[in-house]
């Protein structure tokens, strides 16, 4: 098998600053620097990871554990301090649906605009509209302004948008609580479909029943350590265990 | 689909990779200037009101109150065409400057080439500048104004110098803006003096006379030197030369002291050096500070 993903012993301290103004800085340095300016934690820990091609990982744990550091590591939105992170292919992440969404703009222009942010191409927007129209069961509201949107059609249509974007790396982080019942079952197929079409899936959720129909292969952290890696029915029975 | 190779994702190409996303370039000056003015009545005028009021104010202050128009041929001309180039440097670098704070929550979630950022701030005040460029061009039009290829030449270089100013202190203040919010208060200040430190609202001549007579033939030499080198006054000069020169004559304007000596041999090839380091050294540091932006916000 293709490695898709390849962590290497990555670690990333967190500095937690109480200041942010370079007078405080200062006035910290002139005062003989008593104190602590900053608190430093370990959001990861020597953290390593090979996701194959194809797979579907759940990344379980608690509140802290690091799992979306990580995931934003693999994304590349942070790099780590040390340790390397590689991937082999697109990387689009779910994270946080609606991040690229303007409120003044129109559903159409929020559609362009987020799918340009995600990484496709006008061509490839313009190709997949339709379909993006269709899946967010938004209709003739797509050339409102998005700040008119209910809460629900709001993520409906973010939802629609990345899950078009089809890269090779999907990283799904706590969205699947999107909308109501029948737009989560929605979602949740189609994310099963690209599982079954050999997308690489690394999955951040709570909803363990819901991960654990979703993925196969299950990765516990704890502190910003990985506790343990096997099948998601073993790793979520040990974390209910553990707490 | 495993014919990619694995590479480490976070690191991209800098500004290069801006080029590689003209698509959402586009699509982000394109959001900037829709949101920019909405719900307001005038909508895209305010580009002509706001600098059609400062040109009024500074006219009559110094104009006439001053007495700039006795001794400069054609004020109001001098005057707008150094006023539209340091208002687009303005907009441009202060809002350049915001634009990594003020996109935080996109930065923080997705990755994209950061630079695009602060590239589309600068883009954004490029097409407020058009208008204003517009009015002036009437008004060189009507004071007579008929250019060559030399003027057009100076008045590119001219513009060149102050969009590359602008995207490289804008890389350089937007990235530190994340660590210390004093940067942008910084360049406000900055800002603030860039109108008064270059020749916009009087002449080079006056700045000379001005340092001779405070500190003596040798440091006031030295002085205009380094006022000289502000790639700011390089560049407004150019657009002096381009834009008001031709619409001055022989008898009340001299031409070799209308614009500094050496203006477009020495002069534009310095600035355009000193924005070209600029450029580099606002990346370098641009990249050196982004691996931590997205713990930062």
Redesign the interface.
């Known amino acids: 098998m ?2 898709a993903v ?1 962590v290497q012993s990555i670690s990333k301290q ?2 937690l600053r109480h200041t ?4 405080e800085a200062f006035v910290w340095i002139v005062k003989g620097r008593k104190g602590d300016l900053s608190q430093k934690f370990h959001a990861l820990d020597g953290v390593s990871l090979q996701v194959e ?1 194809g797979e579907s990982v759940a990344l379980l744990g608690l509140n802290g554990s690091g799992k979306s550091t990580l995931l ?8 780590p301090d040390s340790g ?6 697109r ?1 689009a ?1 779910l ?2 649906v609606g ?2 969404f ?1 409120p ?2 129109s559903g159409r ?1 929020n559609v ?2 987020n799918g ?4 496709m ?2 061509e490839q927007i313009n190709e997949r509209f339709e379909s993006i129209l269709d899946f967010s069961e938004i209709g003739q509201f797509i050339d409102t302004e998005v700040k008119f949107y209910s809460s629900g059609m709001y993520l409906r249509l973010a939802f629609s948008v990345a899950i078009h974007t089809d890269p ?1 790396i999907f990283l799904i982080d706590e969205i699947l609580a999107v909308g109501d019942e029948p737009f989560q079952k929605k979602c949740l197929a189609k994310i099963k479909e690209l599982g079954d079409a ?1 997308k690489t899936l690394i999955v951040v959720s709570h909803d363990l029943d819901l991960v654990s129909k979703v993925c196969r292969r299950g990765v516990l952290l704890e502190h910003g350590r990985i506790v343990m890696d096997g099948d998601v029915a073993d790793a979520v029975e040990t974390l209910r265990n553990r707490h | ?2 014919s ?8 991209g190409g800098g500004l290069r990779d801006v080029l590689r ?1 003209r ?2 370039l586009r ?2 000056v ?2 900037e200037l ?2 920019r003015y ?1 719900g307001s009545v005038l909508g895209l005028l305010w580009s002509y009101v706001k600098p059609g009021v400062q040109f009024v104010v500074f006219w009559f202050a110094l104009g006439i109150f001053l007495g700039m128009n006795r001794n400069t041929e054609n004020y109001p001309i001098y005057l707008f065409s150094g006023i539209v180039l340091i208002n687009y440097f303005n907009e441009a670098l202060g809002n350049a400057a915001r634009s990594i704070v003020g996109n935080g ?8 080439p950061r630079e695009l950022f602060p590239v589309a701030s600068v883009w954004v005040s490029a097409v407020h500048f058009v208008p204003q460029l517009l009015v002036l061009l009437v008004a060189c039009f009507i004071g007579g104004w008929s250019p060559g290829p030399v003027q057009i030449a100076a008045a590119v270089a001219g513009f060149a110098i102050v969009t590359m100013l602008a995207v490289g202190l804008g890389l350089f203040f937007g990235a530190a803006n994340v660590y ?3 940067s942008e208060n910084f360049v406000d200040m900055l800002l603030m003096i860039a109108t008064w430190a270059s020749p916009v609202l009087y002449s080079w001549t006056m700045v000379r006379d001005g340092l001779f007579d405070a500190f003596g033939s040798g440091p006031g030499e030295v002085l205009h030197t380094v006022y000289q080198t502000n790639p700011l006054t390089i560049a407004v000069e150019l657009f002096h030369f381009a834009f008001w020169m031709p619409t001055t004559s022989m008898p009340r304007t001299d031409p070799l002291l209308a614009v500094p000596p050496n203006l477009l041999d020495i002069w534009t090839p310095i600035g355009l050096g000193i924005a070209l380091a600029v450029i580099l050294g606002g990346q370098l540091t641009f990249r050196r500070l982004e ?2 932006f ?2 930062e916000l």
């Open positions: 293709v490695v390849d967190f500095v942010r103004s370079i007078k091609q934003k590591h693999i994304s590349g939105v942070m790099l390397t992170v590689r991937t082999r292919g990387v992440g994270i946080e991040a690229g303007h003044d703009l222009d362009y605009l340009a942010i995600l990484g191409s006008e090779e050999g | 689909m495993s990619a190779e694995l590479v480490t994702p976070g690191f996303s698509y959402l699509l982000l394109a959001k829709k949101v909405r929550g996109l930065i923080k979630k997705i990755y994209l210390f919010r004093d691996g931590r997205a713990q």
